[in-house]
């Protein structure tokens, strides 16, 4: 054991926090602590996986991959035992965000790993590795970030510790070496193969990263920190890397019959089926970005989790950086917007503990309140349908996949019938806990329609297992009459997915 790493006697400490990286390569864990504000890493971890190695044409991921995955999952949860739920952030990236079974994986990963799984988009993942980079080491002017992952490449543009350009491209030193350098085969014809399928993969986003521009080039992770140390242990380079350099390793290793025989300083085992693949997808970024040079930082995704983790403990969420700027892009009626979410939080915290909800839970629905309407923007009529597109399909960078998707799920169905089929199977959430963030938002915009201040009453709640009983008071349903029949027809909504919601007064109140 690292003499840095926690003691497993060590009682939970919330300034002492792990990320975890489940890349399409290896998989790698990172234990550090915030000290006056600053993060210091305690113990590193890393192992080689190679889980885009599994996946197949149809993208479906290998069982052999699976249990590789699994086997170094088990070895981690040992070493973060000691550590609260809320001090753990694991993140997965290209692989397991597009194996068409990835469900199959998160199911098996929870029986022996305690810690959520965040599946996260190639955009999210570009934005945490640019974080990393900016933590790690200040820059006064704008950078660029390139990240050659087994799966994908992420490139980001920021100036300071903010992103202006993000992308994930679907090339990785993994994927590529399998399908130009098999079985470790080297070549002219391969390497140039390799270069143009990378320079037509960068081609979509050429011309906006060129126009923002940068005044420093940075490379993170292990392929360019290996063809790093190679230039430089050939003496080709000091340090920085440039075209000419990476051409004539390219050219060495052409002159080399096969990956497996390669002996060059700084070249491990593990990375010499990688080298060429890896080597092509930087060429290629070189060629179509015009970069002159470029410098290698350590610093990465995980990094960039660790100093986001760091700001939730001091209360600077991104997401609410995010959830502000759709509002404003979409102009939401925020005094409506206030109504339904106060609303909904107040029945959250009266029924929180009876249906086991969290303080992300109510983040969540606070969230979803706010953002119900952001669909008006395009057309009334299907409002929820609208909403719930752009949610889904929104840039929202703090938020997860799942996290994205369940609040696009709630705002789906806040209003209308509830198609219980549409909803989708979560990993991170259960159905009936989604089901009891839907009845709280449909109630909170329900109770809300009049977009009155002064409208309600004090509103009491008691809930059971699919049951929620709202006290609203005789006399007041009883002025409300056209208020008191919508609540019916939600009663009628409700039942058809086995929830009952009991209105003491309701019938009464229904004329006729």
């Known amino acids: 054991m690292n003499d840095n790493q926690p003691s497993k006697d060590r009682p939970d400490d919330h300034a002492y926090m792990a990320a975890v990286d489940l890349g399409s390569n290896s998989f790698h864990m990172v234990i550090a602590r915030v000290i006056d504000g600053d993060i210091q890493l305690l113990h590193r971890e890393k192992q080689k996986v190679q889980l885009a190695e599994g996946l197949n044409e149809q993208l479906v991921l290998s069982e052999e991959a699976i249990e590789r995955g699994l086997n170094v999952l088990a070895q981690f949860a040992d070493t973060l035992l000691p550590f609260a739920p809320q001090s753990v952030r694991v993140i997965a990236t290209y692989t397991l965000r597009r194996a068409r079974n990835s469900a199959t994986f998160l199911r098996r990963a929870k029986a022996i790993f305690p810690f959520p799984i965040e599946v996260i988009s190639g955009q999210e993942e570009a934005r945490f590795i640019y974080q990393g980079v900016a933590h790690f080491e200040h820059f006064s002017g704008r950078r660029l970030v390139i990240d050659i992952g087994g799966g994908s490449t992420e490139f980001a543009i920021g100036e300071g510790v903010q992103p202006l350009r993000l992308s994930s491209r679907n090339m990785g030193c993994v994927s590529y070496a399998l399908q130009h350098f098999a079985q470790g085969r080297i070549s002219e014809k391969r390497f140039n193969r390799a270069i143009l399928q990378a320079e037509q993969e960068l081609e979509p986003i050429v011309s906006s990263f060129k126009a923002a521009g940068w005044q420093q080039a940075v490379g993170t992770s292990g392929t360019v920190k290996t063809i790093r140390d190679i230039i430089v242990g050939m003496g080709l380079s000091s340090n920085a890397l440039e075209l000419p350099h990476l051409l004539a390793l390219k050219e060495h290793l052409v002159q080399q019959e096969n990956s497996y025989q390669l002996d060059l300083p700084g070249l491990t085992d593990d990375r010499k089926l990688l080298i060429c693949s890896g080597l092509a997808i930087l060429i290629a970024a070189f060629n179509l970005l015009q970069i002159e040079q470029l410098i290698y930082i350590d610093a990465a995704l995980r990094e960039g989790v660790l100093y986001e983790m760091s700001d939730r403990l001091q209360h600077l969420d991104i997401r609410e950086h995010s959830v502000a700027s759709l ?32 303080d992300e839970d109510a983040m969540l629905l606070g969230w979803a309140a706010t953002l119900y309407e952001v669909g008006l923007h395009i057309n009334s009529s299907g409002v929820q349908k609208h909403s719930a597109y752009i949610l889904q399909n929104a840039n929202l960078p703090g938020f997860n996949q799942e996290q994205q998707q369940l609040i696009a799920t709630l705002v789906r169905f806040h209003r209308r019938k509830i198609r219980a089929d549409e909803i989708p199977a979560f990993s991170l959430y259960q159905l009936p806990q989604v089901i009891c963030l839907l009845v709280l938002l449909r109630l909170a915009v329900l109770l809300n329609q009049k977009r009155r201040d002064d409208l309600l009453p004090e509103l009491q709640a008691e809930a059971g297992s699919q049951y929620l009983q709202l006290k609203l008071g005789t006399d007041w349903l009883a002025q409300q009459s056209l208020l008191a029949a919508d609540l019916m027809l939600e009663q009628k909504s409700l039942k058809k997915i086995a929830f009952v919601l009991d209105c003491p007064g309701l019938v009464d109140a229904v004329p006729g």
Do not use: P
């Not at 917007?337 to 009876?354: G, H, I, N, P, Y």
């Open 327 to 358: 509002q404003r892009r979409y102009d939401v009626d925020m005094a409506q917007a206030e109504r339904v979410s106060q609303t909904a939080l107040l029945l959250f915290s009266q029924v929180r503990s009876q249906w086991q909800l969290t």
